[in-house]
């Protein structure tokens, strides 16, 4: 009886999806593409570097392709032309990301500038980047801490190679990295050994490769939401388990800040990015607040960003 019920289910399932396509192939002139399967699209044709296999596909189908990821339908620009023309001519249309379980439980309900949608909130998180945030006063304001930690990484390096072992160095180029982030971003140096340390190196390294292995993998139920409450790979569960630890981390990070504002009073400037969030937050000449989760979502996109520029 059950298998029966699954069976009628199934066959309902690729039925609707197999009407859906029909009337929206009708509907838009798309570009050429493989054929795609009932429910599961293309994603036989894509193996583990889906950009390979785009690449592939595209060699056959032409620089500007529409590819079926389960049930949804993927224009696909591979070169200069296609890009220029998503990117550039028809940029308003395509501007907006797929709103995809990452941005849903890591960022914060899609609070940061890449996972947000096209509207108010993404133009002023955009403005922010580009006029307070990264712009080129604020990089020069940081440039000394960049100096510092150049140099106590190099004298960590002259005192463990004269001691005659081999050195790591990609894990002092990783440590250097971290700390200029941090210094940067939040003030000081939040990623330390020792036990007053809000997370040691080991764990934010690791948090930060589970964060490119999240954002790099193809879950599944992004592309068939049928089956998303189902979490077939645990995809889910690690970004939940992972947004539980950066949140720890966050939490910690903006308490501090909030704390250091309260004492020092009306005497408080502005150092950091972290500190200019807050004062942005409290403005009231925004369009739109960032609130706690903005700020905090803020932060770790620019963070992530700084560690994988220098991965």
């Not at 060699?59 to 339908?73: A, E, T």
């Not at 004298?155 to 700390?179: C, E, I, K, P, T």
């Not at 020092?264 to 942005?280: I, P, R, S, T």
Request: hydrophobic letters at 45%.
């Amino acid at each position: 009886m059950e298998l029966s019920f699954l069976a009628i289910a199934l066959a309902a399932m690729v039925f609707v999806t197999t009407v859906l396509r029909f009337r929206q192939n009708r509907k838009y002139c798309l570009p050429p593409g493989p054929r795609p399967w009932p429910v599961i699209g293309s994603l036989n044709l894509l193996g583990p570097l889906t950009y390979r296999s785009l690449h592939e596909l595209s060699l056959r189908y032409g620089p500007l392709m529409s590819v079926w990821v389960g049930s949804v339908r993927v224009v696909v620009g591979s070169s200069a032309d296609a890009a220029r023309m998503l990117l550039k001519s028809n940029d308003e249309a395509f501007i907006d990301r797929p709103r995809l379980n990452i941005g849903r439980y890591l960022f914060y309900n899609y609070s940061d500038m890449f996972w947000a949608p096209y509207g108010a909130y993404w133009r002023q998180a955009r403005k922010l980047w580009h006029t307070e945030l990264l712009s080129e006063r604020q990089l020069k304001l940081h440039e000394h801490v960049r100096r510092e930690e150049v140099k106590a990484m190099l004298r960590d390096l002259h005192a463990a190679s004269s001691m005659g072992r081999a050195v790591a160095f990609r894990d002092h180029l990783l440590m250097l990295n971290l700390n200029v982030v941090s210094r940067m971003v939040m003030g000081k140096k939040y990623v330390a050994e020792g036990a007053s340390s809000v997370t040691t190196p080991e764990e934010f390294r690791w948090m930060i490769v589970e964060l490119f292995v999240l954002t790099g993998s193809l879950n599944i139920g992004d592309v068939i939401p049928c089956l998303n409450p189902l979490d077939l790979q645990g995809y889910i569960g690690r970004t939940k388990r992972l947004s539980r630890m950066m949140d720890r981390f966050l939490e910690h990070v903006l308490d501090d800040y909030i704390e250091r504002r309260r004492r020092e009073g009306d005497g408080f400037v502005a150092k950091d990015m972290v500190d200019l969030l807050l004062q942005l937050d409290e403005d009231p000449d925004m369009e739109v607040r960032i609130q706690r989760d903005g700020i905090k979502a803020f932060i770790l996109v620019h963070t992530t960003y700084q560690a994988i520029y220098s991965h």
